[in-house]
């Protein structure tokens, strides 16, 4: 897991470098050949071969547009956001809501409050729990360099929801049913962001990381006693909508 990741996060830094560049030219009012907006079918045809291979993973997922909407709006910092920016915006917050609830899973687990925690399930969340950082920090890259604010808070329409079910936590199994629930939300999410996106280095940025998103969540699964892969497609059911609240914790 911790490989596939690793592997993948050269071209996802360069997408979110390219995308950030496409934003700064465009602020800059920079027109013309210097500024290219790749098509879809060029980036399929074209792109490298780490995303590629992450897309390989999704391209089995359902094609039909989830809740998200590349024309809503989403607060960030003091002014709001639109178009790929805000579904920047909703993806980093919820990286930073992944981030929280596993740290808040660890404490438990050191805490004592969830019984016997076998060691492999701490590594687990711990390297989880970089990975949303990674992500969380590749989104925001993009918005700081089109300059806006980073989403350093959360998605607080999950948060709710994750705040109910942390409280009925008490062992090793519960846990990662919430984890489980959390990565499925964060992989639809960027599964359906793939087909509202415009720019290509946004989507190219989703593609790299949903599939890391899928190998948690295989992991979880196994955990609970589930086969890894329980769907044969991946879904868009349960992505979420660039008008969901962003706050802080």
Request: with cysteine; aromatic share 4%.
């Amino acid at each position: 897991m911790d490989d596939m990741h690793h592997d993948v996060m050269p071209a996802m830094h360069a997408r979110a470098e390219e995308w950030a560049e496409l934003n700064r030219e465009m602020r800059s009012g920079v027109s013309g050949p210097t500024v290219h907006v790749t098509s879809r079918r060029h980036f399929l045809m074209g792109s490298g071969a780490a995303v590629l291979g992450g897309l390989a993973l999704v391209a089995c997922g359902s094609s039909k547009k989830g809740s998200s909407s590349a024309t809503s709006s989403t607060a960030a910092g003091s002014g709001k956001l639109t178009g790929d920016l805000a579904v920047a915006a909703v993806a980093a917050a919820l990286e930073n809501l992944a981030v929280g609830t596993y740290q808040a899973g660890l404490d438990a687990a050191t805490g004592g409050t969830l019984g016997t925690v076998p060691p492999a399930v701490t590594a687990f969340a711990t390297t989880a729990q970089q990975h949303h950082k990674d992500h969380a920090a590749a989104w925001n890259s993009v918005l700081t360099d089109a300059g806006k604010h980073a989403v350093t808070a959360v998605d607080l329409t999950v948060k709710a929801d994750v705040d109910r079910a942390f409280a009925g936590v008490k062992d090793v199994g519960g846990l990662a049913r919430l984890a489980l629930s959390l990565e499925n939300t964060a992989a639809a999410t960027y599964l359906d962001g793939i087909g509202v996106l415009g720019d290509t280095g946004a989507i190219q940025v989703a593609a790299a990381i949903q599939p890391v998103e899928m190998q948690h969540a295989a992991i979880l699964n196994f955990v609970l006693g589930n086969y890894p892969v329980p769907d044969p497609f991946s879904k868009t059911e349960g992505a979420r909508p660039t008008d969901d609240e962003i706050g802080a914790a």
